[in-house]
């Protein structure tokens, strides 16, 4: 069976400093792979996505970056955290494949990040 | 523009009763349709899925949904809520081509009375 892992479960970061979260998926191969933004008292916020190997497609411009260095790896960072960086992190998996197949999305446990 | 509706925020509910959630979408055709549930500090577990066929879809922990094309709605029931159903709940939309991206709404909070 397909499980997905993120860390650290939580983070407390002062403003100006680096971020990287990382996200790995397990049991499956060539997912597509989400990373989402929950601010508090607010939905889901998609802040990228990848099909592949170094493909990132970036939803919202802003403060942050995402990479995917191994086919089920994918990072988020930042070179420096702001305040309106603090939330809650997802990392979400879909299979490759047929497009209903691929639209069917996987959530990791999260990573809650606090900026200070 | 394609979007997703949830209109209640909160919903409270005695233990033992039934309940519906609402989700409106909008949507150029017959899209995907999905409910998850969210834990407080957890991530997202799918509950059910809608993509074709019998309308009325048939999730885990007892839940279920039906989709209305004519309501453009795809509204999730339990018929006996328990405490452990306390969440947040959010209905979301696939696209049928193209992207793999979700339109999510914006959340129900349920509130479980014992």
């Known amino acids: 069976s397909q499980t997905i892992h993120q860390w650290p479960a939580t983070l407390v970061q002062p403003v100006g400093s680096p971020l990287s979260l990382e996200c790995t998926v397990e049991?499956?191969?060539?997912?597509?792979l989400y990373w989402y933004r929950q601010a508090a008292g607010r939905g889901l916020q998609l802040l990228f996505y990848?099909?592949?190997?170094?493909?990132i497609s970036s939803e919202v411009p802003q403060n942050l970056s995402a990479s995917r260095p191994q086919d089920r790896q994918f990072i988020l960072s930042s070179k420096k955290l702001l305040l309106s960086d603090s939330g809650f992190y997802l990392c979400?998996?879909?299979?490759?494949?047929?497009?209903?197949?691929?639209?069917?999305?996987?959530f990791g446990p999260g990573t809650r990040l606090t900026v200070l | 523009a394609q979007s997703v509706t949830q209109p209640d925020i909160h919903i409270t509910v005695s233990e033992g009763a039934s309940l519906e959630l609402r989700c409106n979408y909008s949507?150029?055709?017959?899209?995907?349709l999905f409910w998850y549930v969210q834990s407080p500090g957890q991530g997202l577990q799918l509950l059910l899925k809608?993509?074709?066929?019998?309308?009325l879809v048939q999730g885990i922990k007892g839940f279920e949904a039906e989709f209305k094309r004519s309501q453009s709605s795809f509204n999730l029931r339990k018929p006996s809520v328990h405490w452990s159903d306390a969440a947040e709940y959010f209905c979301?939309?696939?696209?049928?081509?193209?992207?793999?991206?979700?339109?999510f709404g914006t959340g129900t909070r349920l509130k479980v009375l014992a």
């Open positions: 990848s099909v592949g190997i170094g493909q």
């Open positions: 949507y150029g055709a017959t899209p995907y």
């Open positions: 809608y993509f074709s066929g019998d309308t």
């Open positions: 049991g499956t191969s060539n997912p597509n």
């Open positions: 979301a939309v696939g696209h049928t081509s193209g992207t793999y991206k979700y339109i």
């Open positions: 979400a998996w879909s299979q490759r494949g047929p497009v209903a197949r691929a639209n069917t999305q996987y």
